[in-house]
């Protein structure tokens, strides 16, 4: 079966073709009837096509566009349902290479069915002819397409002009569409959608709107390009593209220039009271940014600074008057216990009111008072064990005195350029990150939070904590100097809170403009209310349950935190309510109703209880000692264990990754019970043929320090003589060859180890003793403590009288 079309060269002559053709998707083209286009074909599929078409007489397909690009081989789905009959004029084969061939559009077309798919797509197609259109507004509309297509030829360079003249000579409106659209400059959906139209009136609108754009944006650019030509000179060719641009903004309507820019910085840097270095600085810097043209990349460095200057708080402040009683209200709402600490901050806010209060008085008299040269006080570090609440008790002193607060960690911070910014001679310099906070908060005297001071890092890029010495000094810091700025910015209105885990690690000078405030960590009476008040609330609105839907018995809350949690702080407390809390969401889901937890279910919700045995079932044999040990996360509780084995060596030997001041400790204990056989019950010269072990267990955890001396010389004498340490008792204290028991540090975490231990009795040092006013009442009435000076008052203290039978050392 044949169906007829009209060729190009004869639009109402009939030309037969075949009711089933093949059919080429293209991807990003679009054939129009009349047109010439080379096509290149690569693809297996499309050659086989293309094959199929030169061996036929006619040499006839259909070209459609390919709805996705992207999609290869195409199918019959990929294609559209308008295209072209076309006709292949010419085709060559270079070895190796896609198939050229030159095309001819012949007539628009439908495919209204698709026939297959496989070895290439076939269809169905029917004539797609245009309506005949003979009134007077197409043919107006054609002779108007016509005449704006010659403009457009006459004013670009990539058309021919005997096009336009041959566009003349077309006199069917239909075929005068069909040729001025294969020319005009569109891409291929817009030319599907030319296409696709029925209409010759709306195929001929739609091609005057887009030779008038393309008319339009010839004149704007030949507009920009006479209006710069005629300001350039010979001393002005270099900054051709600073013209354009200039010109652009004008056609545009755009009034902003370089100069407008610079004026409009100097306003807003007039408008802030700036010191005079300040103001010395900035205006010779505006000076060079009207110089400096803006194609230099000097222009751009010059303004980011000028921006920055402007944008930074120099005088702004909260000037909010400081209420100490509001700020103790705020400090026990947000925090149970820590009483001393608070204390301390209460006393310098007040000491900050009285400053500004009665200086105040001092400029309003005109007079001098001993206010005025009083020095600034020193900046608070609180240093206590992760989880005691040092950052957010530092957000309570911001909230306290109505101020922004800015938290900057330190943690692992190892180039100096961190704090105190980069040179502004540098590629993408910026300033360090206190100026770059004070422009977030937009006042100069918020509450800085330097989190983990003792973290800091020390790298090639220089050392950070040397950088902090001028920032936290405050007979310095009305004078801070970033690099970045250049000039002093006063941050003696700002107040400074750093946070810190241990001060072994702060440097001596840092650490000596900061007055530490310790937080050793809570007793078990105290975490029982902090749960209550603070972490049960806040987890239970955090599981999306409602107050009712969840109670914890105050037994299971102590059983959490005796068996479940063993620190000085809550944070591991609140994850296992964060545990509870989310069982009971997870009931409550299920229709299970509310959830009470207490002691005897317990553990369904966390399991069996996490913490080590207590020191009564570990010291239950002759050379086995309870020592109290400081740590950076708390005290805790060490085991010190000693035994003698026959051996002519008569040598000592020490494991547990124990560091050399320890190990120092040990030999000194051992010199001393050699000293003392008529403690111990052995000679020295048996001792000789007996190899001492001491041992702390926890291999895996470095151990340092002075303080084990007593508990280890103890573990030393029981293993000895037989005797049984008491199982209750635990000690700390450095010995001496003499057998003196000296003063030792952190007696409070200690103290409160043991008492979360289950200790009932604590040898201290005599010396130690006036350490104890640290300790919470309610642990000092828990805990019996025994002041020793020597050695000997902390064995008669500690073993058992009698020794245990088969179990002394041999």
């Not at 705020?330 to 001393?340: A, K, P, Q, R, T």
């Not at 007055?515 to 239970?540: D, M, N, W």
């Not at 299971?556 to 479940?564: D, E, M, Y």
């Not at 553990?603 to 002759?622: Q, T, Y």
Request: glycine share 6%; with cysteine; hydrophobic share 45%.
């Amino acid at each position: 079966m044949t169906k007829s079309v009209s060729s190009a060269s004869s639009p109402r002559s009939a030309m037969q073709f075949p009711d089933v053709l093949p059919v080429l998707p293209l991807r990003d083209t679009v054939v129009l009837p009349t047109a010439f286009a080379p096509l290149a074909v690569g693809q297996e599929r499309s050659v086989r096509l293309i094959d199929a078409v030169v061996a036929t007489d006619s040499r006839l397909m259909v070209l459609v566009r390919q709805r996705d690009g992207a999609t290869q081989p195409a199918g019959s789905a990929d294609c559209a349902k308008v295209g072209v009959l076309a006709v292949i004029r010419q085709i060559h084969r270079p070895d190796g290479a896609p198939a050229q061939l030159l095309v001819q559009g012949l007539e628009r077309v439908r495919i209204e069915s698709f026939a297959s798919d496989d070895p290439f797509v076939t269809a169905r197609i029917v004539p797609a002819p245009d309506p005949a259109d003979t009134s007077v507004e197409t043919e107006g509309l054609a002779a108007s397409v016509r005449e704006l297509f010659a403009k457009l030829v006459a004013s670009s360079d990539e058309l021919p002009d005997i096009l336009a003249a041959a566009v003349l000579q077309v006199t069917d409106p239909a075929q005068t569409s069909w040729v001025i659209g294969a020319h005009v400059q569109m891409d291929s959906a817009a030319r599907q959608e030319l296409l696709e139209m029925d209409s010759v009136a709306a195929r001929l609108r739609s091609l005057a709107a887009r030779i008038q754009h393309e008319l339009a944006v010839r004149d704007v650019s030949r507009k920009i390009e006479s209006a710069t030509q005629e300001t350039l000179t010979k001393a002005q060719r270099e900054y051709v593209l600073r013209e354009q641009l200039r010109t652009i903004r004008a056609e545009l309507g755009d009034d902003e220039t370089d100069e407008a820019a610079a004026d409009d910085l100097g306003e807003r840097l007039a408008k802030i009271a700036l010191p005079p270095e300040a103001k010395k600085e900035v205006d010779r810097e505006l000076a060079r940014l009207r110089r400096v043209p803006s194609s230099s990349p000097e222009h751009g460095v010059i303004r980011s600074y000028l921006e920055w200057v402007s944008e930074l708080p120099w005088a702004a402040t909260a000037d909010l008057p400081i209420d100490v009683e509001t700020a103790r209200a705020v400090l026990d709402e947000d925090h149970h216990g820590l009483d001393e600490v608070k204390d301390r901050i209460l006393e310098s806010l007040a000491v900050r009111k009285l400053r500004r209060e009665r200086g105040a008085e001092n400029d309003a008299t005109g007079g001098t008072t001993a206010v005025a040269d009083i020095g600034r006080e020193p900046i608070l570090c609180l240093v206590g064990p992760p989880g005691v609440g040092k950052t957010s008790l530092a957000h309570s002193i911001a909230s306290a005195l109505g101020r922004k607060c800015l938290r900057i960690s330190l943690g692992g911070v190892h180039d100096e350029s961190e704090i105190r910014g980069h040179r502004r001679t540098y590629i993408g310099a910026m300033p360090g990150r206190i100026i770059q906070a004070l422009r977030r908060a937009e006042t100069s005297d918020p509450v800085f939070i330097l989190d983990e001071v003792d973290k800091l890092g020390r790298g090639v890029q220089g050392d950070p904590a040397s950088a902090l010495l001028e920032l936290l000094d405050p007979a310095q810091n009305h004078a801070f100097t970033d690099s970045y700025l250049g000039v002093p910015f006063d941050l003696s209105r700002a107040m400074f809170v750093c946070t810190a885990n241990s001060i072994d690690t702060i440097p001596w000078p840092l650490f000596d403009r900061m007055e530490v405030l310790s937080i050793a960590g809570y007793t078990e009476a105290e975490k029982l209310v902090i749960a209550k008040r603070f972490i049960v609330p806040r987890q239970t609105k955090a599981s999306g349950l409602r107050p009712a839907e969840l109670s914890i018995t105050d037994d299971a809350l102590r059983t959490v935190i005796r068996q479940h949690t063993r620190e000085s702080g809550v944070r591991s407390l609140e994850r296992r309510i964060a545990t509870i809390c989310r069982k009971a969401a997870l009931a409550v889901a299920n229709g299970q109703g509310p959830a009470v937890i207490t002691d005897a279910n317990l553990a369904d919700s966390l399991g069996p209880p996490k913490s080590p045995l207590d020191s009564a079932e570990r010291v239950d044999r002759p050379g086995v000692v309870t020592g109290l040990a400081w740590t950076p996360s708390g005290g805790d509780i060490l085991f010190v264990e000693a035994t003698a084995t026959p051996a002519r060596s008569g040598r000592l030997l020490i494991t547990g990754s124990l560091g050399e001041v320890m190990r120092e400790s040990a030999q000194a204990a051992l010199t001393w019970v050699r000293a003392h056989p008529d403690i111990t019950g052995v000679a020295a010269e048996t001792l000789d043929e007996r190899e001492i072990h001491v041992h702390v267990p926890g291999g895996a955890t470095p151990k340092d320090g002075p303080s084990a001396g007593v508990a280890i010389a103890t573990a030393l004498a029981s293993a000895l003589s037989g005797r049984v340490v008491r199982s209750d008792v635990a000690m700390t204290g450095e010995i001496t060859l003499r057998g003196k028991v000296l003063p030792v540090g952190g007696i409070k975490e200690k103290v409160l180890a043991a008492h979360r231990a289950g200790i009932t009795t604590v040898l201290v040092p005599r010396w130690n003793m006036q350490d104890l006013d640290e300790i919470p009442d309610d642990v000092r009435a828990a805990l019996r403590f025994i002041p020793v000076d020597t050695a000997e008052e902390a064995l008669a203290a500690a073993l058992l009288p009698v020794p245990v039978p088969n179990l002394r050392a041999a």
